[in-house]
């Protein structure tokens, strides 16, 4: 089981690139629900995604009800949501869990939220501001769930390399 990322209608390509980063580097599997506002071969999905796209899973729907309807009777979905009675944070994530984002011009559709509105979250922020970049918001729910798993099957510290940087002079501000 891992985490599902969830983009219904996505526009912009290098949003999705840069999500389905993030779906590599968390074992996180994609959905992408049509129509897309580009093509999979798109050259800015593919930088934005650069070269992982080998190191994960994603599927594309034809529709909104194709995607729902194959879900299973007890599959958990959180829609994220500038119009959410709640913040992300307040939500006990399971392992499976649904992480379901708009398209970046309009959202999710209001239809779709009324009818599951305990299941909407939001990232907090200024009112003046109408919403965070997809990415961005992706990365930021996606890590909270995992944060809450405590980051089971992810490497949690990094290592030095031993080498030196060329040049080496940005040391003297140290």
């Known amino acids: 089981m891992s985490m599902q990322i969830v983009l219904v209608y996505p526009e912009i390509p290098q949003n999705t690139g840069n999500i389905a980063r993030t779906c590599a580097a968390t074992g996180a599997e994609l959905h992408l629900i049509e129509p897309l506002g580009f093509s999979l071969a798109d050259r800015y999905l593919k930088r934005a995604g650069l070269d992982y796209w080998h190191l994960m899973k994603y599927h594309v729907y034809p529709d909104l009800e194709t995607f729902l309807r194959g879900l299973k009777p007890d ?3 959180w829609f994220a949501t500038t119009k959410a009675p709640r913040s992300y944070d307040e939500v006990q994530y399971r ?4 992480l379901v984002f708009g398209q970046e011009t309009r959202g999710l559709p209001e239809n779709l939220l009324e009818k599951r509105y305990d299941d909407c979250i939001r990232i907090p922020m200024r009112k003046e501001a109408r919403s965070l970049n997809l990415s961005n918001s992706a990365a930021i729910v996606l890590y909270e769930a995992l ?3 405590r980051f089971t099957g992810l490497q949690a510290a990094g290592e030095l390399t031993g080498r030196e940087e060329a040049g ?3 040391l003297d501000y140290i």
């Open 147 to 149: 944060r809450q798993q």
């Open 75 to 77: 599959a958990r979905l």
């Open 168 to 170: 080496g002079s940005w």
């Open 95 to 98: 392992d499976g869990d649904y």
